[in-house]
């Protein structure tokens, strides 16, 4: 049993891909860092309803505040 609830995903845009398809076979909640905007745009393609979790790598801390209403938490684990 998987004890998160949502997963940041920072990786390239092929490893990306497999992790967020992982996470969300798990039915997890996942919020996906690229790194530009090309990359973005590759992810949005691939990953459909993911129009709102993907965000640029600078802007992530921001982003998930936003979304989860300050209540947030980012940490490397």
């Not at 997963?7 to 390239?12: E, K």
């Not at 891909?17 to 798990?26: E, G, I, N, T």
């Not at 690229?34 to 745009?41: F, I």
């Amino acid at each position: 049993m998987c004890v998160f609830q949502c997963v940041l995903v920072v990786a390239g845009v092929t490893e990306g891909l497999a992790a967020v398809r992982v996470a969300q076979h798990h039915a997890h909640t996942v919020y996906m860092a690229v790194y530009s905007e090309a990359a973005r745009t590759t992810v949005l393609h691939h990953c459909e309803g993911m129009e709102g979790w993907v965000f640029l790598s600078q802007d992530v801390l921001g982003e998930v505040l936003r979304k989860t209403d300050g209540q947030g938490e980012v940490s490397a684990s």
